[in-house]
């Protein structure tokens, strides 16, 4: 295995988020923007390079191999989410417009499920790893640096949510510890999820 180091990102990280975001969102990235590939690729690379909330690159770290970024995963205390949220709002209007802005709120309002992670939980919002990156341990590193993460900030758990389709992430999970807490299902197969949880020793 070749060695995986990991750092925050930047600014001239913000494209390479952008993509592998996009291939860790999946279908739901395609559901909340209504659009496909580049169509939201270019305006997520737009909100982080506006910091906008929820996607600000100050929660986000890429894992190098090489020296190349091969992997990207956003996360934070699961008590900022709500704050988060709400401030991506006023960057949606001038990255989308103003229709494409309201429909995207009203699809991620409407959303399937309860809360995405608790006050007291440490959130992996997103693992994206590059395809040609993929079986190298990128994954395994970045749960292992969520968790020291977790335990500087005095919180025993870390959480996530998994596609329910998406069967070699929950293996994954599940090998490292993590349980199915809550299991969503909705008639758009794309947003069904797992909602999972590790308790810190």
């Known amino acids: ?22 291939l860790s969102m999946g ?5 909340l923007f209504d659009e496909t590939g580049q169509q939201v690729i270019a305006p997520l690379e737009n909100l982080f390079t506006r910091n906008a909330g929820r996607f600000d690159l100050g ?16 996360s934070c205390e699961g008590a900022r989410l709500d704050a988060l949220n709400l401030a991506v709002f006023p960057h949606l209007f ?21 809360a995405e992670a608790l006050k007291d939980e440490y959130y992996i919002s997103n693992i994206g790893v590059h395809p040609t990156a993929q079986g190298q341990g ?14 500087a900030s ?17 293996r994954l999970y599940q090998r490292t510890g993590y349980q199915i807490v809550e299991t969503v299902h909705d008639e758009n197969e794309n947003l069904g999820y797992h909602r999972m949880v590790k308790q810190l020793s």
């Open 94 to 114: 001038p990255v989308l417009g103003l229709v494409p802005a309201f429909r995207f709120v009203w699809r991620g309002v409407h959303l399937p499920g309860g």
């Open 1 to 22: 295995m070749p060695e995986v180091s990991i750092r925050p990102a930047s600014l001239n990280d913000a494209a390479f988020v952008a993509e592998m975001m996009y």
């Open 138 to 151: 990128i994954g395994s590193r970045f749960l292992a640096y969520a968790e020291q993460i977790a335990r």
């Open 154 to 170: 005095r919180l025993a758990k870390c959480s996530l949510l998994v596609s329910l389709h998406n069967v070699n992430a929950l």
């Open 27 to 31: 279908g739901l990235a395609d559901h």
């Open 59 to 74: 929660l986000a770290f890429v894992a190098e191999v090489k020296g190349r970024p091969s992997g990207m995963m956003f």
